[in-house]
């Protein structure tokens, strides 16, 4: 069974651009998380989405937006881009509650 | 206070040695626990997870949970230099979410 997979997995963009990054779940997995990874702070969750649906958001600005399609694959926006945005952009599928399967990342860096 | 609590280390071992890595946390509603290896520039790969409280064992790697302690523990037997890795600690759900330690880094020297 096929992972779960971002595109692109790199990407430099400078500042006050916008990004959209891609994140297909393992087949059959329904929800979708996205986590924002930097050194200093670790993995921050930014939101949950389930059968289209956000169900749970974490504490950043409105620039951080995302959604998810009937398919499940999910997408997640970054607009007005700042330089404190370049991280790792980690998505993770899960099939239920009980444990959550990574992706790559795409690693954003912004100039 | 953070939901969990991970000693970042960084932890340096000789090859063979036993490793033990550590988290607390502060929700008694978690159900399961979780331990990830990251390698540099990569995403999470699931090493193991559990159920409530008890052991259990892979391979060279044990997860022991302890929820009336509320500290989850990874043993890594006959540590390999291609354990160096950096280990996340990971647990849920509540509110659809799962909560990280922020990670120990790990060198196995051969």
């Known amino acids: 069974k096929a992972g779960v997979t971002q595109t692109p997995r790199y990407l430099i963009k400078t500042r006050g651009q916008q990004v959209t990054l891609s994140c297909s779940p393992i087949s059959g997995h329904r929800s979708v998380s996205w986590y924002q990874q930097t050194p200093g702070q670790g993995l921050q969750f930014l939101f949950e989405?389930?059968?289209?649906?956000?169900?749970n958001k974490g504490n950043f600005p409105g620039r951080f937006s995302g959604r998810q399609f009937s398919n499940s694959r999910s997408e997640m926006n970054v607009s007005t881009l700042e330089l404190g945005d370049s991280a790792l952009y980690l998505c993770?599928?899960?099939?239920?509650?009980?444990?959550?399967?990574f992706g790559p990342g795409t690693r954003l860096l912004v100039l | 206070q953070k939901e969990v609590e991970q000693d970042p280390g960084p932890l340096s071992v000789p090859e063979g040695a036993i490793v033990s890595l550590n988290c607390t946390y502060s929700?008694?509603?978690?159900?399961?626990f979780m331990w990830y290896r990251q390698y540099s520039r990569k995403g999470p790969d699931l090493l193991m997870y559990t159920y409530s409280s008890g052991n259990k064992e892979d391979g060279r790697f044990t997860a022991q949970v302890d929820k009336s302690s509320k500290y989850i523990s990874l043993f890594i037997r006959d540590s390999q230099p291609s354990d160096s890795a950096t280990y996340l600690c990971?647990?849920?759900?509540?509110?659809?979410?799962?909560?990280f330690g922020t990670g120990t880094s790990l060198t196995v020297i051969p």
């Open positions: 989405y389930f059968s289209e649906t956000q169900r």
């Open positions: 929700n008694s509603a978690f159900q399961y």
């Open positions: 993770a599928s899960s099939i239920n509650q009980e444990t959550q399967y």
């Open positions: 990971a647990m849920g759900p509540t509110g659809n979410q799962f909560y």
